[in-house]
């Protein structure tokens, strides 16, 4: 049993399940997770979510500082005692979907890496929220269900394949780095888990006119699975059918085209022939 899980109990901790809290103390694991993060000793590191703080200290040991920004404040306490040997650490209590992001990282050199084992009731949010961050993150390095992270590496006509996976892969270069079973965690998930790895791309894999509208029809694409894009069109922008037509034939597109099955340059083509 490792020292953060004597910890654990001697503070009388119990796990909360509505913050998704699940830990890992297996050293192996643990090593296995730092080694695949790829942190440099030149690198800053934003950890999300450190819990008992056993991934942290690896992270330290190969970062040149580590922020990590846990929501329980209950292990705030238990955090700062681990880790005090380290000093290239520093913590902040709160939540990580409504802290200045900013902020918070403004001393942190740039661009920096994310690590984290994201509480999955906030996987989506939070991957958006972090995408949204720009350049200022190299990469991701998350702990996601498997089935998140099938679908953020899927491809088109595959079941996964949908907004999240599209928005992902536009702008990283998303891989798995490590299959996580349930029993691993404490307390065990319901569900096994993946470590993923999205690489920040200096340059999206498609060209597009409008960034915004991109992602308007891609929402349109999977509005309602298994219907035409032509369809999907005409409910989603009001259109007539006329004029939906006429966006596909100029993207090269037929009107039987599936939105599930349309590759991201393919949507991109619809998305400029659909901006004035």
């Not at 661009?111 to 961050?133: F, G, K, Q, S, W």
């Not at 006329?242 to 596909?248: E, M, P, V, Y």
Request: proline share 6%; net charge neutral.
């Amino acid at each position: 049993m490792s020292k953060t899980k004597d910890r654990m109990r001697e503070n009388n901790l119990r796990y909360k399940q509505n913050l998704g809290q699940n830990f890992i103390y297996d050293d192996r694991v643990l090593e296995s997770l730092a080694e695949a993060a790829e942190i440099s000793p030149e690198e800053d590191v934003l950890e999300i979510g450190p819990g008992a703080g056993s991934l942290t200290g690896k992270l330290c040991d190969r970062a040149h500082s580590v922020l990590a920004v846990e929501l329980d404040e209950r292990l705030i306490p238990l955090l700062q005692a681990f880790l005090a040997e380290k000093k290239n650490f520093n913590l902040i209590q709160g939540d990580i979907m409504t802290l200045n992001l900013e902020e918070a990282t403004v001393n942190l050199r740039k661009p920096y890496a994310v690590v984290a084992n994201i509480p999955y009731y906030i996987t989506t949010p939070l991957i958006i929220r972090l995408l949204e961050a720009g350049k200022n993150i190299s990469r991701m390095c998350l702990m996601v269900q498997k089935e998140v992270a099938e679908k953020i590496l899927s491809a088109p006509g595959k079941d996964g394949w949908g907004p999240m996976a599209i928005r992902c892969q536009y702008y990283c270069e998303p891989s798995l780095a490590l299959s996580v079973p349930a029993e691993c965690f404490t307390p065990p998930p319901k569900v096994d888990s993946a470590f993923i790895r999205l690489q920040r791309r200096t340059v999206p894999p498609v060209k597009v006119r409008d960034e915004n509208q991109f992602f308007h029809v891609v929402g349109a694409a999977f509005a309602l699975r298994r219907k035409t894009m032509l369809n999907n069109l005409c409910a989603t922008f009001r259109v007539d059918r006329s004029i939906a037509l006429d966006w596909l034939q100029a993207a090269g597109l037929n009107e039987k085209t599936r939105g599930e099955k349309m590759s991201m340059a393919e949507l991109a083509r619809l998305s400029d022939a659909m901006t004035p």
